[in-house]
């Protein structure tokens, strides 16, 4: 059975940091494309980062120069490194995966619509 397991999350105060992970558990072959989503309480859930397997990433403006993900494929392991954190990162972070990618650009893609194993989720609190 596959499964995404996040850790990582806390509290912490403005202009603190925190890095979640996300391991993968099972047959990871389905891992193509890899990102972090969150959702705060009252809101719908966002996009924030992902990472394709041949090592692309996106970022969501909100987060851009602020967060940073990394993949170990050897250890089928995600990492969201944030820093320069905000009382408006507060959210709950899921991992997610996704079997497929596109070619556009002259680099692969992640679609965000693709994403279809989820995590439980790691609550991130960040106070002001």
């Known amino acids: 059975q596959v499964q995404e397991v996040e850790s990582g999350g806390g509290s912490v105060q403005s202009g603190g940091s925190l890095r979640l992970s996300c391991a993968a558990s099972g047959d990871t072959s389905y891992r193509q494309c890899m990102a972090w989503f969150r959702q705060a309480p009252g809101k719908e859930r966002e996009f924030v980062s992902s990472i394709t397997i041949t090592g692309t990433t996106n970022y969501a403006d909100s987060v851009k120069g602020r967060f940073t993900i990394s993949q170990d494929n050897a250890k089928n392991t995600l990492t969201l490194q944030m820093n320069s954190l905000k009382p408006e990162d507060t959210a709950m972070y899921y991992c997610?995966?996704?079997?497929?990618?596109?070619?556009?650009?002259?680099?692969?893609?992640?679609?965000?619509?693709?994403?279809?194993?989820w995590g439980q989720g790691t609550q991130v609190t960040v106070s002001s």
């Open positions: 997610a995966a996704a079997p497929s990618m596109y070619y556009s650009g002259g680099y692969y893609h992640c679609r965000t619509a693709d994403f279809g194993y």
